[in-house]
């Protein structure tokens, strides 16, 4: 019976593949498709659903049905046997149609004489294209066998309609990603670019479906599976023992990589006459239907590491490697399922702009993006999947739109948004040297956050002042491991040399939450925001934190040095941290170093809770630095990472507002510098509210200052300030519509 069965749809499928080589126009293809399938199955009926938009779908051609439908008769995923098959991604098989729940009669087409009913869908990939279907007026239910049969043709057909096999002449559907596509993630970093898509994994297209020589195509799945095998005990060899983690993804993928059902199924798609890469990716559709559905977060993962390892084998066998001989467009837009950061620094700023399918804001990739001012859209549902190499695309970093193959007006509408930040670009240049300086004469000490030797030369360029905040998380975050003390007091020097005398705030160490070294032990934690972070490892396990402070010191080489500690929660902390530092000056002065002549040792306000700490903190401070994304996530209980109640809270809410003039008043108690370092700085709107609020140093992005500057110069604080009390004094809960409205009658 199999043996049949199997003849049987190899037959079916070599008729098929003669149909594809002929030539004919997209419309006549799809309409001889669907007269081999009917004749083949023996039914009356053979119609192909393809999808029109993202949940429309089009009876696209018919054997059978009525000819005048064609192109007319359309319904929604879920409506009707049709919709429902496409939306369950599963066949329905019924011998009684009409008798089926959701059955939706459609006239137009004179259906109603069939009563047997077998739909698969149509799918790539995990992603729906439309629905085959198959009629016949006896009632009976199709065989096992001939389910089979036309979901292997489904999928030969996905492959066809991928390839753009059924575009032309009449054309049955414009092709596959040639249409425009919207796509809505988040924002992970703001900003606009316009390029070209670079797929960071190109996607392997399986060019030939078909074959009917199956002891060939085993053979070759056969030859690629031991590779695959081999490449994989390879990868785990070379894995650090220490990393659990990725032991255990790759332990999954050497047990997928001998799994026998894995190889069974493939190799019984081959002898019903898929090609060796046609059977892989069948399998792996299945795979991601399923991952779809999956409830289990550990399945799913385990389900991903299939995908990928599928992936490695079709690479195998076609050959088409991630070294595909296309070359980065000038204009590259990076766009992947996830990237790690030395990945993306790697690329580094030859990127206008990076769509991640996955991601988090606080991801590594995205301190990355961050550090190197690239537009970054993450989340961005079924980019990977869409999107070819080279495919022309929008990213709209400040709404977190991602436009794939615009059509010309939106392109356009996009080019203007570009010029005219061109041109306000333009306008910041002439500002450049001159001061912050507010129309009531309040002048605003802008300097810019760093991380990176290659955002050094903004400083000149944007206007900084000084760099506020350097963030040297990512030396250690894109290593595997530690770096040594030599190198990060070379780095340090070059950075400092590259400051040309500006001053520089190195930020020590602040890893934990969500910075997570690649060589550091992960811990468990239950709430990794409010959990072993930044100054609290530094206390704990000293040994790092102190090699770094060698590596300040050396690199001051005798000029000023400035050290802030991050995320200090109370006085003892700082105390605790400034003891190190104080003790590793006498210990490098021991061994013949010459000490910074100047050395400033400064505290980030990131919990509540420093706000409130004894006089003494304040006066022990060389300076204090609020870091805003932390202290507001904190403020409001609100994790800064989490989409949904991220942006619940305003930073110009009358309480958190409220909450920074306290900070204001505490240190000119004291006479304590105080700055703001967090993202908020560099928007116009926040920067005016925190100066009217009396802060006088804001540390932001090199690409935040023009703008900001440039309002600063056009306002009166004083006026900000009675316009934020007023409303305060009303109620309101949120600064920003009072003080919007007065800018705009400005
Ligand atoms: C902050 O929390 O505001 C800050 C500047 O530090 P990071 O964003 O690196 O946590
Ligand atoms: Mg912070």
Redesign the pocket.
């Known amino acids: 019976m199999v043996e049949q069965s199997e003849s049987e749809s190899r037959k079916l499928l070599s008729r098929l593949q003669a149909v594809m080589a002929e030539a004919a126009a997209g419309q006549e293809r799809l309409d001889r498709i669907t007269h081999l399938i009917a004749d083949s199955m023996g039914t009356e009926v053979c119609s192909i659903y393809l999808l029109r938009d993202a949940d429309t779908l089009e009876l696209c051609a018919t054997q059978g049905l009525a000819a005048e439908a064609v192109h007319v008769t359309r319904m929604r995923i879920g409506e009707g046997l049709v919709g429902r098959v496409a939306r369950q991604a599963r066949p329905i098989n019924t011998p009684n149609a009409p008798a089926e729940r959701g059955f939706r009669y459609m006239p137009e087409t004179g259906e109603e004489a069939y009563s047997s009913f077998l739909g698969v869908p149509i799918q790539r990939l995990g992603e729906r294209l439309g629905v085959l279907v198959v009629q016949s007026k006896e009632a009976r239910k199709f065989s096992g066998d001939e389910v089979y049969a036309l979901e292997v043709v489904a999928m030969v057909i996905a492959e066809m309609t991928e390839l753009g096999a059924f575009i032309g002449e009449g054309a049955a559907m414009s092709a596959r990603h040639q249409q425009q596509v919207l796509l809505r993630g988040s924002v992970a970093q703001e900003g606009a670019a316009m390029g070209h898509v670079w797929l960071h994994e190109p996607r392997v297209v399986v060019t030939k479906p078909v074959s009917d020589d199956p002891e060939t195509e085993a053979q070759r799945l056969r030859d690629a599976i031991a590779q695959l095998r081999l490449d994989v005990d390879e990868l785990l060899t070379r894995a650090p023992t220490a990393d659990a983690e990725q032991r255990e993804v790759l332990e999954a993928y050497r047990m997928f990589a001998r799994s026998r059902g894995w190889m069974r199924r493939m190799e019984e798609d081959i002898q019903r006459g898929l090609s060796a890469e046609a059977a892989v990716e069948k399998e792996q559709s299945t795979a991601r239907a399923r991952m779809e559905t999956l409830p289990d977060a550990y399945l799913r993962e385990r389900l991903h590491d299939l995908d990928d390892l599928s992936n490695r084998l079709l690479r195998l066998l076609t050959g088409q490697g991630t070294d595909t001989g296309a070359e980065l467009p000038p204009d590259p837009i990076l766009v992947a399922r996830n990237i790690g950061p030395a990945e993306l620094l790697d690329y580094g700023r030859r990127l206008k702009g990076v769509v991640l399918e996955e991601g988090s804001v606080g991801s590594h990739a995205a301190?990355v993006a961050r550090a190197l001012a690239i537009p970054l859209v993450i989340h961005a549902k079924r980019i990977t999947t869409e999107a070819l190499n080279g495919d022309p695309i929008l990213v709209d970093g400040d709404e977190g739109i991602v436009h794939l193959r615009p059509e010309e007006t939106v392109a356009q509408a996009f080019r203007d948004k570009l010029a005219m930040q061109a041109e306000a670009q333009e306008r910041y240049a002439s500002i450049r040297d001159k001061p912050a300086e507010s129309l009531c004469g309040t002048v605003v000490s802008l300097q810019m956050?760093a991380g990176l030797m290659a955002d050094l030369p903004s400083l000149p360029s944007s206007g900084a002042e000084g760099v506020g905040?350097f963030?040297t998380?990512l030396q250690f975050l894109t290593r595997n491991k530690v770096p040594r003390r030599g190198e990060l007091a070379a780095l340090y020097a070059r950075v400092i040399d590259a400051a040309q005398g500006k001053r520089v705030v190195f930020?020590t160490l602040?890893i934990g939450s969500d910075k997570v070294l690649p060589y550091m032990k992960p811990t468990e934690e239950p709430n990794p925001a409010l959990g072993w972070r930044a100054i609290r490892v530094g206390l704990d396990k000293p040994g790092v934190m102190r090699m770094q402070l060698q590596a300040l010191i050396r690199a001051a080489n005798g000029g000023p040095l400035s050290v802030m500690f991050?995320f200090i929660a109370q006085l003892e902390e700082f105390t605790a941290a400034r003891d190190h530092l104080m003790r590793e000056m006498e210990r490098e002065a021991t061994l013949g170093h010459t000490l910074p002549e100047k050395l400033e040792i400064g505290a980030?306000l990131?919990t509540p809770s420093l706000a409130f700490a004894p006089r003494q903190f304040f006066e022990m401070a060389d300076f204090i630095?609020?870091?805003?994304?932390?202290?507001?996530q904190f403020f409001f209980a609100a994790d800064r990472e989490n989409e949904r109640v991220r942006k619940r809270y305003d930073t110009l809410n009358v309480s958190f507002l409220t909450f920074l003039e306290q900070i204001v008043h505490r240190c000119s108690d004291t006479g304590t510098p105080l700055s703001f370092?967090?993202?908020d700085a560099g928007r116009p709107l926040e920067a005016i509210c925190f100066a009217a609020m009396g802060l006088r140093t804001l540390s932001m992005r090199p690409a935040s200052i023009g703008p900001v500057k440039s309002i600063l110069r056009r306002v009166d604080l004083r006026e900000a300030r009675s316009v934020i009390n007023e409303a305060r004094a009303e109620g309101a809960q949120s600064v920003r519509p009072a003080v919007m409205e007065w800018l705009r009658r400005q």
């Not at 630095?625 to 507001?632: A, E, F, P, Y």
């Open positions: 301190i956050n905040l963030r998380e930020r602040d991050p980030m990131e630095s609020i870091g805003g994304n932390d202290l507001k370092c967090g993202e």
